[in-house]
């Protein structure tokens, strides 16, 4: 094999070698024959040359070392030409035609004579001998022009020759460019008439222009012009009337919800006849949450003087370019543009960081183009920012007329809409920005707003919080089937809890015949039965710290229950600050479809949450991009802010009213230090054995001495670390070895 591979290259480097030979002639001789046409550029050799190829083919033979270098230059480059072999005849046979052409129109025909009497081989050999001399005086078509000029002109005659080659000119032309010349002949007519029309239009005008008006034209140029600063405004004067200023920054309340202890108890969950479980219980009211106040914004002129400073920035690019709308957020101002027509949108997407100079921007976010609008969004953040509060959120009518018990409220968009959506329509939500981008405030929005949505008997929520400090004041509510928690151990087993219930609820739908919660609840309803499935909410705080502890575990209950858990009526809500595909793998990606990106610092991770770049753009402080499944592009909004004390004020309030009653299932699991159940490995004590060989204990370690899967050696490392034997998670490093073979062998009689 190794003699053929080498027989192969050997026989390819002789080819390659062959065309650069070949290459390197050709294009030596073209300027060689190139050099020879200019007088005494190129010696004896080059004259002798350039006059034979000029008698040859007369005028036309500059033609022929411009064919000569092509031909050097496929050689050098080793250029493809399989395929355009009718384009080469075509190219070869359009520069004979036009050869044949000159000559005859060539001083009129007086270069071809035609004698009568003598045999047409006599009248060949003396054109052929004039077309000579005329050929190297660069007249006519040479040689090769005469001979075939006097063989159509012997049958076609002078006219019919002359019609027959600009006719097999046109041909070889339409086939070498692929165009109909017709079709361009008639766009040119169509033009010129245009033209015709405009320029008598134009004359009409000049001639009925009446007196007066050039009075004032004249009048106007020789005024003083105006001064610098009145500039400015006559500019805002003119684009008034063509400039759309909307400003959705400061909130506006509608009459019917002027009443700030407003229960909302009428907005709530539907009413059903199943039994309740808490009787008497009332939502909390939004008198609780901080009013919102109304703040300046910027002024109308400076919103129109930036949307020209931002088309003299464009022009300047050469994009011509108009703004038609501009949108004032709470923390952003949208500019719409509208291109001008052949302007790509490539052009004005690679200009976002000139844009943020001129504009004195700190970043600039295109959309391009934005959805259901023949226009650009050009992004660019206020410099006084208004907050959107969640009671604002809660009040507007999106989530007071929201049928669903867990809508969530998220915050407002650019246009100043509310933004609340359905959690079940998602059905499952992956969070991720940096640290103190917003996401913790977001999670308690989401919170909060359930809690003012629906009752305990009808929304159960499960609260991960490994950072132990950001979810810890809900605990007590009797939404919650468990305290917050906050171990990552037990965090993994909660996670398998709710897997197994998401399973039963099938069994139970099974049995039923029904498939889904809402079914389910109904049929109950008719049958006057008292079982109702509450729907429930699993929000995780950090994803990344119980990716470190039990990863594959992690992963594939969070896997499980976002491909299958939306039909049971179990939802989830993701958070991380580590937008890596260390923490977010491909597997959580693909299964979560819905998600919110706030600030991050790189496209990297922008990429990673959103499968596009633009949240390396936002501005932090709640601003984020949204981007629900179904949906082509995500949707900036600014997150509403909740406060603590708000938090601490709606859950006074629930406490008040009910106790918390939390489910023995889901606190015997959080109980648990393994996933296991407790139950102890077969392979447990093979592995203590390779661990007191070695000195340390790793899963890696585990997996490669007994052949085993990574869950169950991570599960065997947990054992071991239960019974003391080996130390605690310690990051990347392996266990250390806390115990020696005599230590377990009195240990095992101590117990015997």
């Keep these: 094999m190794a003699a053929v591979r080498k027989r192969k290259n050997t026989k390819k480097t002789k080819e390659k070698i062959r065309c650069e030979v070949k290459g390197i002639g050709l ?39 411009l064919f000569i270098l092509v031909a050097g230059i496929i050689y050098l480059l080793r250029i493809n030409t399989t395929g355009f ?48 001399g005329y050929g190297m005086e660069k007249k006519g078509g040479g040689i090769v022009g005469g001979i075939f000029s006097v063989l159509f002109y012997s049958v076609l005659g002078p006219l019919g020759s002359k019609i027959s080659m600009a006719a097999f000119a046109l041909i070889c032309a339409t086939i070498l460019t692929d165009l109909s010349f017709i079709s361009l002949l008639f766009k040119l007519v169509k033009g010129v008439l245009i033209m015709v029309k405009n320029s008598g239009q134009a004359l009409r005008d000049f ?45 506006q309340r509608a009459a019917s ?81 509208q291109p001008s027509p052949g302007v790509k949108v490539s052009r004005i997407l690679n200009l976002s960081d000139d844009i943020a100079l001129s504009m004195a921007a700190t970043s600039v976010r295109i959309e391009a183009p934005i959805p259901g609008k023949s226009a650009i969004g050009l992004e660019i953040p206020n410099k006084e920012t208004v907050s959107v509060l969640l009671r604002e959120i809660i009040e507007s009518g999106v989530f007071k007329n929201s049928s669903s018990n867990i809508t969530v409220a998220l915050g407002k968009d650019i246009a100043g809409n509310p933004v609340a959506v359905d959690l079940s329509a998602m059905p499952h939500l992956l969070i991720a920005g940096a640290t103190g981008s917003g996401k913790s405030v977001c999670i308690n929005s989401i919170i909060t707003s359930l809690l ?39 965090a993994t087993a909660v996670l398998n809890w709710v897997v197994q219930e998401m399973t039963s609820r ?79 793998t491909g597997i959580i990606k693909a299964n979560i479809p819905s998600r919110i990106s706030f600030a991050v610092s790189s496209q990297v ?48 309030f629930i406490k008040d009213q009910v106790e918390a009653s939390y489910s023995e299932e889901v606190m015997d699991a959080a109980t648990q230090k393994d996933t296991g159940g407790g139950d102890c490995d077969d392979l447990l004590p093979d592995a203590i054995e390779i661990a007191l060989d070695h000195g340390q204990a790793s899963a890696s370690l585990m997996q490669r001495k007994l052949k085993i899967g990574y869950a169950r ?9 239960e019974r003391g034997i080996i130390s605690g998670f310690e990051g990347s490093k392996p266990r250390r070895v806390l115990m020696t073979r005599e230590d377990l062998e009195e240990g095992s009689r101590s117990e015997e």
């Design 27 to 65: 294009t030596a001789l073209a300027i060689l024959i190139f050099l020879g046409m200019q007088k005494g550029e190129a010696g004896v050799l080059g004259g002798f040359f350039s006059d034979y190829i000029f008698g040859l083919f007369g005028i036309a033979g500059y033609g022929i070392p």
């Design 85 to 132: 072999e009718h384009k080469a005849l075509a190219l070869f046979l359009l520069y004979f035609s036009l050869l044949i052409l000159i000559h005859m129109l060539a001083a009129d025909g007086q270069l071809i004579m035609l004698r009568e009497g003598i045999s047409l081989w006599d009248n060949l050999k003396e054109n052929s001998m004039v077309a000579f």
């Design 207 to 251: 001639v009925m222009v009446p007196a007066e008006p050039e009075k004032e034209i004249k009048i106007g140029r020789q005024t003083r012009p105006p001064d610098k600063q009145q500039e400015p405004v006559e500019m805002v004067q003119k684009q008034e009337e063509s400039i759309k200023i909307f400003d959705y920054s400061n909130p």
């Design 257 to 337: 919800e002027m009443a700030a202890a407003e229960t909302m108890e009428e907005v709530g969950f539907h009413k059903t006849n199943i039994v309740n479980e808490y009787p008497g219980y009332r939502l909390p009211p939004t008198g609780l949450l901080k009013e919102y106040e109304s703040k300046k914004t910027g002024n109308r002129k400076e919103l129109l003087l930036s949307a020209r400073k931002l088309e003299d920035t464009l022009n300047t690019f050469g994009v011509v370019a108009k703004v038609i709308q501009v949108s004032v957020g709470p923390t952003i101002t949208r500019y719409e543009l």
């Design 452 to 490: 003012y949505k629906a009752s305990p008997a009808h929304v159960k929520l499960i609260l991960i919080d490994p950072k132990m400090v950001e979810l810890s004041h809900y605990n007590g509510i009797p939404h919650l089937l468990a305290p917050v928690v906050t171990d990552p151990r037990k």
């Design 506 to 584: 099938y069994k139970e739908f099974a049995r039923t015949g029904v498939k889904d919660i809402h079914r389910y609840n109904q049929v109950k309803q008719l049958e006057n039965s008292q079982q109702y499935l509450p729907q429930i909410v699993v929000v995780i705080d950090e994803l990344s710290d119980l990716m470190m502890v039990s990863p594959a575990e992690v992963e594939d209950a969070i896997c499980r229950l976002a491909q299958m858990a939306r039909a049971s009526g179990i939802y989830l809500v993701v958070a991380t600050q580590r937008p890596s595909v260390d923490v977010i």
């Design 605 to 652: 991770d922008s990429r990673t949450i959103l499968d596009m770049s633009g949240a390396e753009k936002l501005t932090g402080k709640g601003d984020m991009l949204y981007y629900p499944a179904g949906e082509q592009k995500p949707v900036r909004v600014q997150g509403a802010l909740v406060e603590e004390d708000e938090i601490e004020k709606v859950v006074s």
């Design 713 to 721: 050696a991570a599960r065997i490392i947990d054992q071991m670390e």
